[in-house]
């Protein structure tokens, strides 16, 4: 059975730091691509980071370039995503997702084949 169950949310000021991690399961961690998404209340799911777990290369939206740093731990099978710089508007519920690895990276939800239920970050001003 394939599981990803994120972890790591919560409340936190602006300018403050967070760190969420996406435990996995039930697939073979380094042919897959995982992404981070988010979707505040109201809007739709964005794809923002994606990481190819065999080689650590990774992608970033540039909304979150320079802020985010996402990784993987293959000896754990899971990746994370540490979050520093903190706005407001990076307020909303965050969701990890896999895909089997190809040549490009992927910001579309629909390419994602897995999905974790979601964890609350909510950035106070």
């Known amino acids: 059975e394939v599981q990803l169950v994120e972890s790591g949310g919560g409340l936190v000021q602006a300018g403050g730091s967070l760190r969420l991690a996406c435990a996995t399961s039930?697939?073979?961690?380094?042919?897959?691509?995982v992404g981070w998404f988010r979707q505040a209340p109201g809007q739709e799911r964005v794809g923002f980071v994606c990481?190819?777990?065999?080689?650590?290369?990774?992608h970033y939206a540039d909304s979150v370039k320079d802020r985010f740093t996402i990784s993987s731990d293959n000896d754990k099978n899971t990746v994370y995503l540490q979050m520093n710089s903190l706005k407001p508007e990076d307020t909303a519920v965050y969701y990890c997702a896999a895909r089997p690895r190809t040549y490009y990276y992927s910001f579309f939800a629909y390419e994602y084949e897995y999905w974790g239920q979601g964890t609350q970050v909510t950035v106070s001003s």
């Open positions: 039930g697939f073979r961690f380094d042919d897959y691509q």
């Open positions: 990481i190819n777990n065999d080689d650590g290369s990774a």
